[in-house]
């Protein structure tokens, strides 16, 4: 099974900064589009950021641009979101994605696709 983990949220003041973090696990041997999604309180899950593998390819939310940015490190099978100039409007829960994963199991090539991570809270307020 793959499992996808967040670390990195917390509590930060207005203007500060966080780096998120997502690890997968499993037999894999490579992920597509690897991103970052966000969900406040009584609103929508909304695509923050997201790459492709490959080419490395980015694409934020109008919102974050300029102040989020998206990396990963694919021989770890991880990948992070580093936020700076948090606004209060970031906070939410924010979860780690991964478009289609490529693993072995049982010795056979398998996909997973839309893969979630459990979450880790984002919390601006001063």
């Known amino acids: 099974q793959v499992q996808l983990v967040e670390s990195g949220g917390g509590l930060v003041q207005p203007g500060g900064s966080l780096k998120l973090s997502c690890a997968a696990s499993g037999n894999i041997f490579s992920i597509s589009a690897m991103g970052w999604y966000r969900q406040a309180p009584g609103k929508e899950r909304e695509l923050v950021a997201r790459?492709?593998?490959?080419?490395?390819?980015?694409t934020y939310a109008t919102s974050v641009k300029g102040r989020f940015t998206i990396s990963r490190e694919n021989a770890k099978n991880t990948w992070y979101l580093q936020m700076n100039s948090l606004k209060p409007e970031d906070t939410a829960d924010y979860y780690c994605h991964a478009g289609e994963i490529q693993l072995f199991r049982a010795g056979v090539l398998q996909y997973e696709y839309d893969v979630y991570g459990q979450g880790t809270q984002v919390t601006v307020s001063s």
């Open positions: 790459m492709t593998s490959a080419g490395g390819s980015t």
